[in-house]
């Protein structure tokens, strides 16, 4: 596809991947007929992967990420989704990196249109592509129009309400469009953005930042995290490659019932494939780089239930996905289950990194507490998930975790 083309599409649920040589963060928001979003909940991006009929899919560091649209679930008040990318790196522009926006057919996978926006500079952020609907029928078009100022300037233009820093406040104004200009007026950055805000009290978290101003790393002390929110290990602008601990914990719902509850973590490679699982049967995998503390058959008493012990900087390089889970083998449900939680501990320091308290429960057997995943520059990154499954063994989680991923 060329600057300006479109295509009707063939499929009523497409997405849309957005490669490059280094690693792009990817979004997308709904449009109304006015061209902008009817709220904060219509930026769909890692701290928010969902929203009416599109949804957000990172690629886990090994593949492009992606938004993905079932037009037939799409409200009937949006007319567009538009999907931008900009680099995860903060201050990277687009020189030099050519972008390629592909649009598959989700259920197959066949490839419908490609598109790689020319003579880009300067800009730092991107409207790649739009899937929008005309007298009925749903269309890609081809956009490529970059902004200078990052994807916040992108999402203040569709009407996203955004806190940047004040050193941020004189931005300066959007890059000439590369394709013929099609977005709305830019109204002033406002109220920060209520999607990211962290939930548990002190010790304070950091709070999550605004869009393109970074993932929310260690730098600002524990990070607490709300369920799909995301965080980089990342402290002092360096990678935490060392011994760390995710410690989960939990207690029985009513009082004297005991609750036992199992602990494990799957390791996967970058295609999603298992390639291995630390519980309380098999208590080291991936020579010794994660380790178990042993089962709690109880899950009385303070402090974590049970503990995996991962040395980040010693898994192996075709491990790239790590998802953290408990199950109930006993088939008592989560519903059974009180001040679930699971916390990223330095191991040496025994420094609180992270925290995500689970704050809902189903009537199931297992849940996936969280994610780690390596990126393409080598740190991981952290995310808080809270899925409730039907699994009584970690087995049967082997699946859903890759889903997850």
Same mark, same amino acid.
């Given at each position: 596809?060329?600057?300006?083309?479109?295509?009707?599409?063939?499929?009523?649920?497409?997405?849309?991947?957005?490669?490059?040589?280094?690693?792009?963060?990817?979004?997308? =928001?709904? =449009?109304?007929?006015?061209?902008?979003?009817?709220?904060?909940?219509?930026?769909?991006?890692? +701290?928010?992967?969902?929203?009416?009929? %599109?949804?957000?899919?990172?690629?886990?560091?090994?593949?492009?990420?992606?938004?993905?649209?079932?037009?037939?679930?799409?409200?009937?008040?949006?007319?567009?989704?538009?999907?931008?990318?900009?680099?995860?790196? $903060? *201050?990277?522009?687009?020189?030099?990196?050519? !972008?390629?926006?592909?649009?598959?057919?989700?259920?197959? *996978?066949?490839?419908?249109?490609?598109?790689?926006?020319?003579?880009?500079?300067?800009?730092?952020?991107?409207?790649?592509?739009?899937?929008?609907? &005309? +007298?009925?029928?749903? #269309?890609?078009?081809?956009?490529?129009?970059?902004?200078?100022?990052?994807?916040?300037?992108?999402?203040?233009?569709?009407? %996203?309400?955004?806190?940047?820093?004040?050193?941020?406040?004189?931005?300066?104004?959007?890059?000439?469009?590369?394709?013929?200009?099609?977005?709305?007026?830019?109204?002033?950055?406002?109220?920060?953005? $209520?999607?990211?805000?962290?939930?548990?009290?002190?010790?304070?978290?950091?709070?999550?930042?605004? !869009?393109?101003?970074?993932?929310?790393?260690?730098?600002?002390?524990?990070?607490?995290?709300? #369920?799909?929110?995301?965080?980089?290990?990342?402290? *002092?602008?360096?990678?935490?490659?060392? =011994?760390?601990? @995710?410690?989960?914990?939990?207690?029985?719902?009513?009082? *004297?019932?005991?609750? /036992?509850? /199992?602990?494990?973590?799957?390791?996967?490679?970058?295609? &999603? +494939?298992?390639?291995?699982?630390?519980?309380?049967?098999?208590?080291?995998?991936?020579?010794?780089?994660? #380790?178990?503390?042993?089962? +709690?058959?109880?899950?009385?008493?303070?402090?974590?239930?049970?503990?995996?012990?991962?040395?980040?900087? &010693?898994?192996?390089?075709?491990?790239?996905?790590?998802?953290?889970?408990?199950?109930?083998?006993?088939?008592?449900?989560?519903?059974?289950? $009180?001040?679930?939680?699971? &916390?990223?501990? /330095?191991?040496?320091?025994?420094?609180?990194?992270?925290?995500?308290?689970?704050?809902?429960?189903?009537?199931?057997?297992?849940? @996936?507490?969280?994610?780690?995943?390596?990126?393409?520059?080598?740190?991981?990154? @952290?995310?808080? @998930?809270? /899925?409730?499954?039907?699994?009584?063994?970690?087995?049967?989680?082997?699946?859903?975790?890759?889903?997850?991923?």
């Amino acid at each position: 596809m060329t600057p300006g083309s479109n295509i009707p599409l063939s499929a009523a649920r497409v997405t849309v991947d957005v490669a490059a040589p280094v690693r792009l963060d990817v979004s997308g =928001l709904l =449009l109304t007929a006015d061209g902008k979003v009817r709220s904060d909940d219509d930026f769909i991006f890692y +701290n928010q992967p969902g929203g009416p009929g %599109v949804t957000y899919r990172s690629g886990g560091g090994a593949a492009p990420d992606a938004i993905e649209v079932d037009t037939a679930a799409v409200p009937p008040e949006i007319e567009k989704i538009v999907v931008t990318a900009s680099p995860d790196a $903060a *201050g990277q522009t687009f020189q030099g990196i050519e !972008p390629t926006a592909t649009v598959r057919d989700a259920a197959g *996978g066949s490839v419908l249109a490609t598109f790689t926006p020319p003579r880009l500079g300067s800009e730092t952020a991107l409207v790649v592509m739009e899937i929008y609907r &005309r +007298n009925g029928q749903w #269309k890609a078009r081809a956009v490529g129009q970059g902004y200078a100022d990052g994807l916040a300037g992108i999402a203040t233009d569709f009407g %996203v309400t955004v806190e940047e820093p004040a050193a941020a406040a004189a931005a300066p104004p959007a890059a000439a469009p590369v394709a013929p200009p099609q977005p709305p007026a830019a109204p002033p950055a406002q109220a920060a953005q $209520a999607a990211q805000a962290p939930s548990t009290p002190p010790p304070a978290p950091a709070a999550a930042p605004a !869009p393109g101003s970074g993932k929310i790393n260690l730098d600002k002390g524990r990070v607490s995290l709300q #369920k799909n929110q995301t965080v980089s290990l990342v402290k *002092g602008g360096r990678p935490l490659l060392s =011994l760390v601990q @995710m410690g989960l914990g939990w207690e029985p719902a009513y009082r *004297g019932k005991d609750i /036992d509850l /199992d602990a494990s973590v799957i390791a996967y490679g970058p295609q &999603r +494939n298992p390639v291995d699982s630390c519980y309380f049967g098999k208590l080291s995998i991936l020579n010794g780089a994660v #380790k178990h503390s042993g089962d +709690n058959l109880t899950g009385e008493g303070g402090g974590d239930d049970e503990v995996i012990v991962v040395d980040l900087g &010693r898994i192996p390089q075709e491990v790239t996905g790590l998802v953290f889970t408990v199950n109930s083998f006993s088939g008592q449900k989560f519903t059974e289950v $009180a001040k679930a939680y699971c &916390r990223l501990v /330095d191991a040496a320091s025994g420094e609180e990194l992270v925290r995500f308290d689970l704050t809902s429960a189903e009537p199931q057997t297992g849940v @996936m507490m969280a994610k780690l995943i390596r990126q393409y520059s080598g740190e991981w990154e @952290m995310t808080a @998930m809270g /899925d409730f499954v039907k699994a009584r063994t970690v087995r049967n989680m082997v699946d859903p975790g890759a889903r997850a991923l």
